[in-house]
């Protein structure tokens, strides 16, 4: 029988837990997890609020950026994402660090107009205006020129098809200002409205956010880049074949771009920032030359492997859930960030990061060794091994017929037993 989900968003948390309970057919144990995660708070944050959904959250370390050590904050489920972020940043720390470039922070609005029997002529008249329309914008969010920020320009583009949009380029300081910009673009849009005598189709802020990139750059001796009987000369020169590769086909670089991604998204997931919109706006980016290409690009000379990631991930500090989110807050404190530059800096190299430990595992031992090395590695912690008895307990596990947690704790057994004859 389908329960009665009319207004289903007017009924108190009790109700709705029931009328899941009731679809679904739980038994009160799986009730009692909405329970169990519930956070009133959080009733506000998302409509239909039923209960929070934890996700692990885990620091990666070494991260330098333009000479400071960072301890990055990182949110997600796939294990072994955290392990290469600290180990690619763990190389590039002995080389030096990242440096960032970071030349501005502006959110990119646009208002589009339809039906247009001269497209141009009305692009004039807009831009005959812009002056007058940039007040507009900025008395729509005067609170946004008080800090310091604000709409700086407007431009218009010809779509074609009788389409026009105006777009807006607005410094929104300390936010990502999705919410600040659209209120602008829509007194923006009622102004062209009275102007024109053309009703705008739609105003919304645009992802493809080409005015506040950041890059993160990186440059490493090859020797750091040696991996087991893998030579540093030979592991830049493969690593930098597997950019080329990325950069010729869509295939692959949609999987180099997601390892990217891995890093950003638990950044940005960690920091309350809006990753989807940060998603959309880096895959749009490698494809800004029309063919979808991997976003960093390596080289090496044999003597340096030089690594670059440029992305637009305009992110904000305050804001957005974060003004809600203490978890978040207490993350801006551990990142020591000041500005939503410094975060979209760190979040840059921690993408090059990620990427240079992937390319670094996949040309080599391939990904599977450290991902099972991993499992190897939580599964002795799990069975009670202690750091020192790590490294013998791993080579046991790797040699063991059978990985699970009984036998893990047997070796761990034996090696303890032993030790203790050989101290009698
Ligand atoms: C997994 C490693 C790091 C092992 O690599 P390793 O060489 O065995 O690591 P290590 O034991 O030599 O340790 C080196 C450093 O790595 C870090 N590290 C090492 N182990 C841990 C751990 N347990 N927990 C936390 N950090 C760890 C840590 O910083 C450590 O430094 P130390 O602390 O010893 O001074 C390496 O094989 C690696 O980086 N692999 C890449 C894994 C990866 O990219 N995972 C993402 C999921 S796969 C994916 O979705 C992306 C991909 C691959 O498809 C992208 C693409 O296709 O391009
Ligand atoms: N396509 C997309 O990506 C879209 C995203 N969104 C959502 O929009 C949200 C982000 O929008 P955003 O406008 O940043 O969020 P808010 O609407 O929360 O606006 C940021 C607010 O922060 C306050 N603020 C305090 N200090 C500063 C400062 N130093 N600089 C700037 N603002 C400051 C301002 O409030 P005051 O000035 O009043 O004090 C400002 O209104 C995210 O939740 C996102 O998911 C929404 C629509 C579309």
Redesign the pocket.
């Known amino acids: 029988m389908t329960a009665d989900f009319r207004h289903f968003y007017q009924k108190n948390w009790a109700e709705r837990t029931a009328i899941v309970a009731q679809q679904a057919h739980l038994t009160p144990a799986e009730q009692a997890l909405f329970k169990q995660y519930y956070l009133p708070q959080h009733h506000e944050i998302i409509e239909n609020y039923l209960t929070d959904y934890p996700l692990p959250m885990g620091l990666a370390v070494n991260l330098v950026v333009d000479g400071v050590d960072h301890i990055v904050p990182m949110v997600t489920e796939e294990p072994s994402v955290i392990a290469a972020a600290s180990n690619g940043a763990k190389i590039v720390k002995r080389a030096g660090g990242f440096t960032t470039v970071l030349n501005q922070r502006e959110m990119i609005g646009q208002i589009v107009l339809e039906q247009l029997s001269d497209p141009a002529a009305t692009a004039a008249v807009i831009e005959a205006h812009a002056a007058a329309l940039l007040k507009v914008a900025d008395a729509a969010?005067p609170?946004?020129k008080?800090?310091g920020?604000g709409a700086r320009r407007l431009r218009t583009r010809v779509l074609g098809q009788g389409y026009l949009s105006i777009d807006l380029f607005v410094d929104?300081?300390?936010?990502?200002?999705?919410?600040?910009?659209?209120s602008m673009l829509e007194a923006v849009a009622k102004s062209i409205g009275v102007m024109t005598k053309q009703d705008a189709l739609l105003s919304?802020?645009?992802?493809y956010a080409t005015a506040s990139l950041v890059k993160a750059i990186c440059d490493i001796p090859v020797g750091l880049l040696q991996a087991g009987r893998y030579a540093g000369k030979l592991v830049a020169q493969k690593i930098a074949s597997a950019s080329t590769v990325a950069q010729l086909d869509p295939y692959r670089a949609t999987t180099h771009n997601k390892g990217i991604m891995n890093g950003i998204d638990a950044v940005a997931i960690a920091s309350g920032?809006?990753w989807?919109?940060l998603e959309?706006g880096a895959h749009a980016y490698a494809v800004k030359d029309g063919q979808y290409r991997g976003m960093s690009t390596w080289t090496s000379d044999g003597r340096m492997l030089h690594g670059e990631l440029e992305l637009p991930l305009p992110v904000?500090?305050?804001?957005?859930?974060?003004?809600i989110n203490e978890l978040a807050q207490l993350n801006q404190r551990i990142l020591g960030i000041q500005t939503?530059g410094d975060l979209e800096r760190i979040m840059v190299a921690i993408g090059l990061a990620q990427n240079l430990a992937a390319l670094r595992a996949l040309v080599t031992t391939g990904i599977q060794q450290g991902h099972m090395h991993l499992q190897l590695k939580s599964l002795a912690m799990a069975a009670g091994a202690t750091p020192e008895e790590l490294p013998v307990i791993l080579q046991r596990l790797e040699l063991a017929s059978q990985q699970d947690l009984a036998t893990t704790q047997q070796l761990i057994a034996e090696l303890r037993q032993t030790k203790e004859e050989t101290d009698d």
């Open positions: 969010h609170s946004l008080k800090r920020g929104v300081q300390a936010a990502m200002g999705a919410n600040m910009l659209n919304i802020l645009s992802n920032n809006d989807r919109a959309s904000g500090i305050v804001g957005g859930s974060i003004k939503a």
